[in-house]
């Protein structure tokens, strides 16, 4: 499956590898202005966090994915200078919203996800998910979980 990343084809491989390339993937192939507009607003504006929906349900038909840094903080929530890349992922709602979450286990359920159902550009229908916190040692992070 051939993916397009900064206008070259990539394999899963390589998406999957989006964070050490600092690359950029989106699912949402804008050629119109209105399509663009919703693109920029969903992905630069986020509406909402994907924490909101821990233990709900999400419907999104499309998916962004950068690479970033951020700075990691202490118990208190002040930043420690220490930092570290992660994914920032945007879920496109239906209806154009997004929904933001930096957390590596999102990106790694949208990882199987598309292997086992390629990416949203192939899909017939958007998917719907269930929003899983899950505990990892001292930490926390999301998974997704299909409904």
Same mark, same amino acid.
């Not at 992660?86 to 359920?109: F, H, Q």
């Not at 990882?111 to 269930?130: A, V």
């Given at each position: 499956?051939?993916i397009?990343?900064?206008g070259?084809?990539n394999?899963?491989?390589?998406?999957t590898?989006i964070?050490?390339q600092?690359?950029?993937?989106?699912s949402?192939a804008?050629?119109?202005t209105a399509?663009?507009?919703t693109?920029?607003?969903?992905?630069?504006?986020?509406?909402?966090?994907?924490s909101?929906y821990?233990?709900?349900e999400?419907?999104?038909?499309n998916v962004?994915?950068t690479?970033?840094?951020?700075?990691?903080?202490?118990?208190n929530?002040?930043p420690?200078?220490? $930092?570290?890349r992660?994914i920032?992922?945007?879920l $496109?709602?239906p209806d154009g919203?997004? $929904?933001?979450?930096?957390s590596?286990?999102?990106?790694?359920?949208?990882?199987?996800?598309?292997q086992i159902?390629?990416t949203?550009?192939e899909?017939t229908e958007?998917?719907?998910?269930i929003v899983r916190q899950v505990e990892?040692g001292k930490?926390r992070t999301f998974?997704?979980? $299909?409904?």
């Amino acid at each position: 499956m051939a993916i397009q990343i900064a206008g070259k084809e990539n394999t899963m491989f390589e998406l999957t590898n989006i964070n050490d390339q600092n690359l950029k993937y989106c699912s949402l192939a804008a050629t119109t202005t209105a399509e663009k507009k919703t693109v920029f607003n969903a992905v630069s504006n986020p509406s909402e966090k994907l924490s909101k929906y821990i233990n709900k349900e999400v419907t999104f038909s499309n998916v962004s994915m950068t690479s970033t840094e951020i700075m990691e903080k202490d118990e208190n929530g002040e930043p420690t200078g220490v $930092i570290n890349r992660t994914i920032k992922t945007v879920l $496109i709602t239906p209806d154009g919203k997004g $929904i933001l979450s930096t957390s590596m286990g999102v990106a790694r359920s949208l990882f199987d996800m598309f292997q086992i159902f390629g990416t949203p550009e192939e899909w017939t229908e958007p998917m719907t998910c269930i929003v899983r916190q899950v505990e990892i040692g001292k930490n926390r992070t999301f998974r997704l979980e $299909i409904v």
